[in-house]
Structure formats: C-alpha cells, structure tokens
C-alpha cells in the first residue's frame, strides 16, 4: 500500500460509527495501514490475534461482529468485552504480549 494510501482512504469515511479489527501478526497488512483514526466517540480499533486469511474464521472476530452489530442504531459504544471471552480476549490481546 502507499504510504499516503491511509491518509487518502480516511477523506473517504463515512459519516457512521466503525470499528476497525486489525492484527499485528497480519503478514500482509501491516497494523499503522489497518487501523482508522478519527473521533473516538464513533471510531476504534479493536486488536485481535490472527493471521490475515484466517480472520474471516477466527471466533474471537467473529463474536466482534457480532456484538458489532447488534447495537441498536444510534446507540454505538465501544467494543468492550465481559465474562469469559472478555478476560481471554484481553489476555490474548495484551499490548504487553509480544504477538
């Protein structure tokens, strides 16, 4: 990707909540290109472990998108896991841990 790819595909954002799902074990898109900025009040970048053709079957990113998008409409909060998937999301995602 181009350096200034990022900095063009962000103009192009649409005006609804996003949360973008990236991995720093990709192999093919690297993290600073995969992730968004933006207000963090409707933009977030959510950490998962993963190799690139494996996220469309990893079931943490699964459960993700899910919980994505079953908010109601204009009622968009940040990913924020609870429970048992919640505690191993947050130790397999651990900025900490080297990935």
């Known amino acids: 990707m181009q ?14 909540p996003m949360s973008c799902l990236y991995t720093i074990s990709d192999g093919v898109v690297p993290p600073q290109e995969a992730t968004i900025e933006g207000d963090v009040t409707s933009r977030e970048n959510i950490r998962v472990t993963g190799s690139h053709t494996g996220l469309g079957f990893n079931a943490m990113v699964l459960c993700i998108v ?18 048992l998937s919640g505690a191993a999301y947050r130790l397999m995602t651990h900025e900490a841990l080297p990935i």
Do not use: N, Y
Not at 3 to 16: F, I, Q, S
Not at 68 to 82: D, I, V
């Open 3 to 16: 350096p200034r790819g990022k900095a063009l595909r962000e103009h192009l954002l649409p005006p609804v």
């Open 66 to 83: 899910a919980d994505r998008l079953a908010q109601p409409e204009g009622q968009w909060r940040p990913f924020r896991p609870e429970g």
